[in-house]
């Protein structure tokens, strides 16, 4: 069967944020499920109806509860034990985020107690023989940041800094990957474009405003973590599309893409060129654009949020990387998937797309699969599970799914075996070929 071995000390693990597990996070995101938990109920039916198994969902996601982020997994108490499953499913490094609100839950004002429990997460990771990444700002605010205008007023960037500046000196000794902001054209899209996110604007001016605050604070952090430790890895999380024209010969789908992939993937990396030790790919999405219409290929599988399973998308994103010529690390890419038929499938599929761009010379270090737990998935809350471990949110009890032992036995070989590799290889020109693929909607997204 064919084997495909990693480089030596490439890292296997799986990533989480602070407000998705932890529990009784107060910040902005908190807030605002106060006030729209009722609305996201409502509106659950109407967006996601058309999903298959949906009435199995549907108790869940149209109770206003499943839209409260609340004890969550409760990881801020149980961490060790969920770092002790990491290290049983031969996970060599976790990346999480540090919670902002928690560590200055006033402007100015550090908190000892917040700053000593991530050192004991850090310390916990590192007995278990765990590479910490430590992300910086998972998009959530303190409330006084968002008071003052969140990500869109400039002052956020030294805030961030200052916020930076502290944890570096705190936790500096323990960590040596620093991701600074998780996804930027994730909240510039969803929080500023199409209003689905705190603070639920849309304005091309304010995205175009929080784009440079955001790059500005990334450069910031940047000289700060290496003005404490210039051995520091610094890098961001960017999450990264694969696009392609609906038809090729459409010069207004064409067009599209060249926009989309611009703003999307390419821009950010320019308002942060020199400020970056490594890359990130945060891969979910494979977008057909039929001018500015997403469309869908119904012919690939989907998550339970009916987002599109492409796994070739990852390589090609890694082969446009390999021009920056700096180490890269996978870290996010995981689906929604309840009953766990797909996850080990998408894993390897996945992994082997890495695999081949690795052996033509891109520089990939390691794999973080989203998610170690189920976790609060934002406006959606808690229906979609994206667990290599599964969370009974009433007990808390972890539950090891079976894909989290396919990819343990991954980690721990550094070897994935495959007996398809290169599923759906060139499917895309296969389709070009054939004339044009089925279409309906992608559904709303990140
Ligand atoms: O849950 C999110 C995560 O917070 C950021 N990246 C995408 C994941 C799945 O939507």
């Not at 940041?145 to 705190?170: D, H, L, P, Q, S």
């Not at 040596?176 to 689905?196: C, D, H, M, Q, R």
């Not at 690939?300 to 010529?325: A, C, F, Q, T, V």
Request: charged letters at 25%; proline letters at 5%.
């Amino acid at each position: 069967m064919p084997t495909f071995r990693f480089p030596q000390g490439f890292l296997w693990g799986s990533a989480t944020s602070s407000h998705q597990v932890e529990g009784h996070t107060h910040n902005d995101w908190s807030e605002w499920e106060k006030k729209h938990a009722e609305r996201l109920a409502r509106e659950a039916h109407l967006k996601f109806g058309h999903l298959p198994h949906w009435e199995q969902r549907r108790p869940v996601a149209e109770d206003p509860a499943n839209y409260i982020s609340g004890a969550a997994c409760d990881h801020y108490n149980r961490f060790r034990e969920d770092f002790d499953i990491a290290r049983e499913l031969g996970h060599t490094a976790h990346r999480f985020s540090l919670e902002w609100s928690r560590i200055e839950p006033e402007e100015g004002r550090f908190d000892e107690a917040a700053i000593q429990h991530y050192r004991e997460v850090l310390e916990a990771l590192r007995e278990r023989g765990i590479e910490p990444f430590i992300t910086l700002w998972h998009w959530t605010n303190p409330v006084w940041i968002a008071e003052m205008g969140g990500v869109e007023n400039k002052k956020f960037a030294e805030r961030f800094e200052r916020y930076t500046r502290f944890v570096a000196g705190r936790l500096g000794d323990l960590v040596k990957f620093w991701v600074t902001l998780n996804e930027p054209t994730s909240i510039i899209g969803a929080a500023y474009l199409n209003g689905n996110w705190p603070p639920q604007k849309k304005s091309l001016l304010s995205a175009y405003r929080v784009y440079h605050v955001l790059a500005e604070a990334h450069n910031r952090a940047f000289h700060a973590i290496h003005e404490n430790d210039p051995d520091a890895q610094v890098g961001f999380a960017n999450i990264l599309q694969s696009f392609v024209p609906y038809k090729k010969d459409s010069w207004s789908d064409r067009v599209t893409v060249t926009l989309a992939h611009f703003f999307t993937n390419k821009y950010m990396l320019r308002l942060t060129r020199d400020h970056n030790d490594f890359l990130t790919v945060q891969y979910y999405f494979h977008t057909r654009l039929r001018f500015i219409r997403r469309t869908h290929n119904l012919d690939h599988p989907e998550s339970d949020l009916g987002w599109e399973i492409y796994p070739e998308g990852i390589y090609h994103i890694l082969r446009w990387l390999k021009r920056y010529n700096l180490p890269i690390y996978i870290t996010e890419n995981g689906l929604a998937d309840d009953v766990d038929s797909r996850r080990a499938e998408f894993i390897r599929n996945h992994l082997c797309w890495i695999h081949k761009a690795i052996s033509e010379g891109v520089d990939v270090r390691g794999y973080f699969h989203w998610s170690l737990l189920d976790n609060f998935e934002w406006d959606k809350g808690f229906w979609p599970r994206f667990g290599l471990v599964a969370v009974d949110y009433a007990t808390q009890a972890r539950t090891l799914r079976e894909s989290a032992r396919i990819y343990a036995e991954i980690c721990r070989t550094n070897t994935l075996v495959l007996a398809d590799p290169y599923l759906g290889e060139r499917s895309e020109e296969k389709e070009r070929a054939t004339g044009t693929a089925p279409e309906i909607p992608a559904s709303p997204g990140t």
